[in-house]
């Protein structure tokens, strides 16, 4: 098994930043890939930010240039973060990571970002 936890939530004004951590525990393997979703009231989740195995990244367009991806340990990626700048009101979402590996995929419980105008 393979928990999530993601850290780093919390209330920002617009042009703030926030840094999110995600931390996986248990049977940490290599890793396919990780994302950032978010997904705020009545909405569905989306993609922010992914990065896979060898270090490659893709973003939102609604993001690219504000937020980055990165990751420790070059093969297991664990933690992941992601830096979030210049936030704006519309990114106010409940953010979740998602590791995927050979076991499967897995989401974290998500943390809150308010962003205030």
């Known amino acids: 098994q393979v928990q999530l936890v993601e850290s780093g939530g919390g209330l920002v004004q617009a042009g703030g930043s926030l840094r999110l951590s995600c931390v996986a525990s248990?049977?940490?393997?290599?890793?396919?890939?990780m994302g950032w979703y978010r997904q705020a009231p009545g909405k569905q989740r989306d993609l922010v930010a992914a990065i896979t195995s060898g270090g490659s990244t893709n973003y939102a367009d609604s993001v690219k240039g504000r937020f980055t991806i990165s990751a420790d340990n070059a093969n297991i990626k664990n933690p992941v973060y992601l830096q979030m700048n210049n936030l704006k009101p519309e990114d106010t979402a409940v953010y979740y990571c998602?590791?995927?590996?050979?076991?499967?995929?897995?989401w974290g419980q998500g943390t809150q970002v308010t962003v205030s105008s």
């Open positions: 998602l590791r995927n590996d050979a076991y499967g995929s897995h």
């Open positions: 248990g049977s940490i393997l290599s890793i396919n890939s």
